[in-house]
């Protein structure tokens, strides 16, 4: 899988806080390649720790939690772990075997919903315990997000999207405007905006589309040149935000916003020479993306953080780690606007 990260959103970026008063009520979490895993309590997005995440050097490739009292992490080789505060972790039997795990989301409807390679899928109320479903293809399946009753799913290879309005029955195949649905997608539902919102790596102009019902979709033009390769929408009660990146060899980020999914606008980066490719939200709207910073060769050379109250101006934040980088879905907030119900 090639180095990209992205932040679970509210399907997977999750609501409410932690009940106990042992646990920090405030917690981001990032995880990455080689089983790195970070926290931080600060209502900034900085002063990050590592914590030991239980995957030994197996890579993180996602991260969500349910905002109350559990956080599960996915990875390679059919990996999964769940924590109560997401600082102590414990493998859990994930129903993928070896098979890579790519992404991972809470809905409110109280399911939490895996994406693996060779179209597989399995579903949870708990979190720990795992079952398989019939996904309807063996594409590899990535991004996942759940609002307004309904999950979608993002298929790799074709225009498809799955969708289910309960995870554990079927899963039908929704044609999308986008010319291609490959790996570094992302699917996002804006609770304050009721709609969604899909983009991929296209490179077009065309490779962002919005739909009201998650069925019938859109094309929307983007802001940029190039559509980027990749990235994340997050929003928070106003405002909707998606990052990318023009080349991996240039490492140039970009950040659009929009207050209705349909016009979207650049905004300028407090550091533009990175890749990020994840978001997430906290209950004060703050918008905060992470992603990997590159040399000038296009190699990973540590995480990079960036937060916005408004989509509009843009902080770099402390980073996690100079060294290490993120993969997939690898963001997640423990107290975030339920922008999923």
């Known amino acids: 899988m ?62 969500a939690s349910n905002g109350k009292d559990l956080f599960v992490a996915v990875g390679a080789a059919g990996k999964l772990a769940t924590s109560p505060d997401g600082i102590n972790w414990v493998q859990q039997t994930s129903s993928f075997g070896t098979t890579d795990i790519n992404n991972i989301a809470y809905g409110a409807d109280g399911y939490w919903v895996a994406t693996g390679a060779g179209g597989k899928i399995a579903t949870s109320q708990t979190g720990i315990d795992w079952t398989q479903r019939t996904s309807g293809t063996s594409n590899d399946l990535y991004s996942v997000a759940y609002g ?60 962002f589309a919005s739909s009201t019902d998650g069925i019938s979709w859109t094309a929307r033009t983007s802001a940029w040149s190039t559509a980027g390769l990749g990235g994340a929408f997050i929003s928070n009660s106003s405002v909707i935000a998606f990052t990318g990146y023009d080349n991996i060899l240039n490492a140039t980020s970009d950040v659009e916003s929009s207050t209705n999914g349909t016009t979207w606008t650049n905004r300028t980066l407090a550091d533009s020479y990175c890749g990020l490719f994840a978001g997430a939200v906290d209950a004060s709207g703050l918008l905060v993306f992470a992603g990997n910073d590159y040399n000038t060769s296009g190699v990973s050379v540590g ?26 879905w690898s963001i997640c907030h423990s107290v975030g606007l339920p922008s999923a119900t």
Request: charged share 10%; hydrophobic share 30%; proline share 3%.
């Open 303 to 328: 995480v990079k953080v960036q937060s916005s109250s408004d989509g509009t101006t843009w902080t770099t934040r402390t980073s996690p780690s100079t060294t290490a980088g993120v993969y997939g």
């Open 2 to 63: 090639p180095i990209v990260g992205s932040i679970a959103n509210a399907s997977a970026k999750s609501l409410g806080f932690t009940s106990s008063s042992d646990y920090p009520v405030y917690m981001w979490i990032i995880v990455g390649n080689n089983g790195n895993l970070w926290t931080s309590t600060s209502s900034t997005a900085s002063s990050w720790t590592s914590r030991t995440s239980s995957f030994g050097s197996t890579d993180i490739n996602s991260i």
């Open 148 to 207: 307004n009753g309904l999950w979608l799913v993002g298929e790799n290879g074709n225009n498809f999207l799955r969708r289910a309005t309960d995870p554990t029955s079927t899963w039908t195949a929704t044609s999308c405007t986008l010319s291609s649905f490959p790996q570094r997608q992302c699917i996002y539902y804006a609770k304050s905006q009721a709609i969604w919102v899909i983009g991929n790596d296209g490179g077009t102009t065309g490779a």
